[in-house]
């Protein structure tokens, strides 16, 4: 073992927030694989570590009230474990509000009980999902600063005397959160989630947990509680919009676990991508990031078809990072892609790209896709086909929420020109594609059909007897 790595072994044993635990942990294997990635994340939390025994509130005369937010459904198996937490906090100037969310086994007999201390409030009601319960937490908290616990989770002892020593000793922030201790439900491997906030890696990605997050109660008036159209990034969601005017300040301590692929977790039922799209939504883009579009098109690809290609090499060109969905269940074409295809159902591909702007190729193919458009919270255009036109269609179209813009051949959009969604779409021909492999031969058409419907014999022997 390299003399470093028994050195910083050392020195974590002597961290009281990571215990021996995480010191045995420390020298499996599974850790060894990954210890460049952690190694700047403990690395830091030993720096910022007090000592033992050190009280920070000792310093200040103020004790702010902390009120605790926990929602909780059909977790009677864990749920005591996360209360516990709670009670055996340093900082005793807190109270905990339960929202039972209409549990149907065991949990409202284990929380009862624990009401007893006077710190604890305990709310039911029939099952309405994670972000009503926590809003109805908010509605009648009473402390100044709020902290959200999950019921399968748990704090380490000293959190909340970080977290109101953060709020006492510095007015001006506004949100904080603290370092984690990830661990897996089904294996005994964890990691270390602790990193300094960046705005536009967050923006994308998140990586800051709701069970270490903490912030003034004057947020939730200026901001609004948790959208409750959301069943899932619902943290993201909120971190986003409370720490879009200033940035949250990071803890020097380990604040909590979190324990990851539960199956009952709201994460292994619900999708992600849909409320992805709703919370994009609403945010700024990265403008170090390329546009991400998917392209709904007919059989792809087609060789007949040179303008589709030729607009996809025009958004390339641009900067845009496009893939395209053919409506093919399986790939048929014989003829070679510019960019990744996608079979399948649409929603599968929307999931798996995931894309800023659904674009959809055919009027009639896009009345078939606003629908899914909307669900998955995505804008999209339509761009109409060359004969493809009827006034009531596109009206129709038009006044769908998820259709953003629409694209016709000038003679077309000319007749439809006051609807402000509407636009004028000249032409796209790449004669490139046509030129000669080799020079000083004449220049032919060359043509293929990846479809006999097209007709195409037809018109290569009519084109055979023009002179």
Not at 184 to 201: G, M, V, Y
Request: overall charge positive; glycine content about 4%; hydrophobic content about 40%.
């Amino acid at each position: 073992m390299p003399p470093w790595l028994s050195s910083l072994m050392e020195t974590i044993r002597g961290v009281p927030r990571l215990g021996r635990r995480c010191f045995d942990r420390l020298t499996g294997r599974d850790f060894r694989r990954r210890i460049d990635q952690q190694a700047q994340a403990l690395k830091w939390l030993i720096e910022q570590t007090p000592a033992p025994r050190e009280s920070r509130m000792d310093r200040l005369a103020a004790r702010p009230l902390i009120s605790i937010v926990m929602p909780v459904w059909n977790r009677a198996d864990v749920v005591k474990t996360a209360i516990d937490s709670v009670v055996a906090q340093t900082y005793p100037h807190w109270e905990l509000i339960i929202v039972d969310d209409g549990s149907t086994d065991e949990t409202r007999a284990v929380l009862e009980p624990l009401t007893s201390d006077p710190r604890v409030r305990l709310l039911t009601g029939s099952h309405s999902g994670v972000c009503r319960a926590r809003n109805r937490a908010l509605q009648v908290a009473r402390g100044e600063i709020i902290a959200y616990l999950d019921s399968d989770n748990a704090w380490f002892s000293r959190y909340l005397d970080e977290v109101a020593f953060a709020f006492t000793a510095q007015p001006e922030v506004e949100c904080v959160y603290a370092a984690q201790l990830v661990e897996s439900s089904d294996s005994d491997e964890w990691s270390l989630r602790a990193i300094e906030f960046d705005r536009w890696q967050f923006q994308e990605k998140g990586g800051i947990d709701l069970n270490v997050f903490a912030h003034r109660r004057r947020l939730i008036d200026e901001f609004g509680g948790f959208d409750e159209r959301l069943t899932r990034l619902v943290d993201w969601d909120l971190i986003l919009r409370y720490t879009a005017q200033r940035d949250p300040v990071l803890l020097p301590t380990l604040g909590g676990r979190y324990a990851a692929c539960r199956p009952d977790s709201i994460s292994a039922r619900e999708r992600s991508w849909p409320n992805r799209r709703l919370i994009q939504q609403r945010r700024p883009r990265d403008p170090r990031q390329p546009l991400r579009v998917l392209y709904a098109v007919a059989n792809y690809p087609q060789l007949t078809e040179t303008y589709i290609r030729s607009e996809i090499a025009t958004l390339r060109r641009w900067g845009v990072e496009i893939e395209v969905w053919s409506d093919d269940p399986e790939p048929r074409s014989p003829y070679p892609a510019e960019v990744p295809v996608h079979h399948g159902s649409l929603p599968d591909a929307i999931a798996r790209f995931q894309p800023e702007l659904l674009h959809v190729h055919w009027l009639s193919k896009g009345k078939r896709y606003c629908d899914i458009a909307r669900q998955a919270g995505l804008p999209m255009t339509v761009r109409g086909h060359s004969f493809e036109f009827a006034t009531r269609t596109v009206r129709k179209l038009a006044k769908h929420s998820a259709v953003g813009s629409i694209y016709l051949f000038p003679h077309f959009a000319k007749q439809l020109e006051e609807h402000p969604k509407i636009h004028a779409m000249t032409s796209a021909f790449n004669s490139e594609f046509f030129f000669p492999a080799e020079k000083n031969r004449r220049l032919v058409v060359r043509t293929g059909a990846s479809k006999p419907t097209k007709g195409l014999m037809s018109f290569l022997e009519i084109a055979s007897r023009c002179p």
